[in-house]
T-cell receptor, first 117, second 115 residues
Framework: DAMVIQNPRYQVTQFGKPVTLSCSQT?????MYWYQQKSSQAPKLLFH???????NEADTPDNFQSRRPNTSFCFLDIRSPGLGDAAMYLC????????????????FGPGTRLTVT | AQSVTQLGSHVSVSEGALVLLRCNYS??????LFWYVQYPNQGLQLLLK??????LVKGINGFEAEFKKSETSFHLTKPSAHMSDAAEYFC?????????????FGTGTQLKVEL
């Protein structure tokens, strides 16, 4: 089945130690998103890639970076994790052409729960 | 900017009872509206969506929602709750940003189903 895959599902890192979260998709969608979801809160968009074009949300901290080496993969890098970065990180994708209704439909992966010690 | 408001952070129903989760939106343009469900330690699963056309939309697991422009609402309903429906439900509105789209979520409603 076509899907969005996130690895690992659970990640523990130390305060200040760089960490990378991975997302892959078999949907061949051209847009990939990263959301941060803190406990008991709604997901919040960090950034997204439209093909190779990177789009950062204005309030996303510089500590968060992303890479998309090809259509299928996208990575979230946290350069110096703080205790406040502990959260569920959700990857999502969408397809279709710009302006189409399909573009608005996002498919989510299972998430990576990040713990910072 | 578009936004959604979910009334009631926690809703409790008996098994077999009607489920009603409320969502109101604010948008200056015709909205694209979604309901997602999230089980513990899982990602978000799309329940249903409203884009254009029929205002009553049916989704998975017996859920449906009605888009009411006059009331700026998109409430989620299910005639008969099942224990497996216990989860967190998010209403969301989609907006264009960059080359993609930004989902703005409500604060979520935790649904509890009791025997």
């Amino acid at each position: 089945d076509a899907m969005v895959i996130q690895n690992p599902r659970y990640q523990v890192t130390q305060f200040g130690k760089p960490v990378t979260l991975s997302c892959s998709q078999t949907l061949n969608h051209n847009v990939m998103y990263w959301y941060q979801q803190k406990s008991s809160q709604a997901p919040k968009l960090l950034f997204h890639y439209y093909d190779k074009d990177f789009n950062n949300e204005a309030d996303t901290p510089d500590n968060f970076q992303s890479r998309r080496p090809n259509t299928s993969f996208c990575f979230l890098d946290i350069r110096s994790p703080g205790l406040g970065d502990a959260a569920m990180y959700l990857c999502a994708t969408s397809g279709g052409t710009s302006g189409s209704s399909i573009r608005h439909e996002q498919y989510f992966g299972p998430g990576t729960r990040l713990t910072v010690t | 900017a578009q936004s959604v408001t979910q009334l009631g952070s926690h809703v409790s129903v008996s098994e077999g009872a009607l489920v009603l989760l409320r969502c109101n939106y604010s948008s200056s343009v015709p909205p694209y509206l979604f309901w997602y469900v999230q089980y513990p330690n899982q990602g978000l699963q799309l329940l249903l969506k409203y884009t254009t056309g029929a205002t009553l939309v049916k989704g998975i697991n017996g859920f449906e929602a009605e888009f009411k422009k006059s009331e700026t609402s998109f409430h989620l309903t299910k005639p008969s709750a099942h224990m497996s429906d216990a989860a967190e439900y998010f209403c969301a509105v989609s907006d264009v940003t960059g080359g993609g789209n930004k989902l703005t979520f409500g604060t979520g409603t935790q649904l509890k189903v009791e025997l």
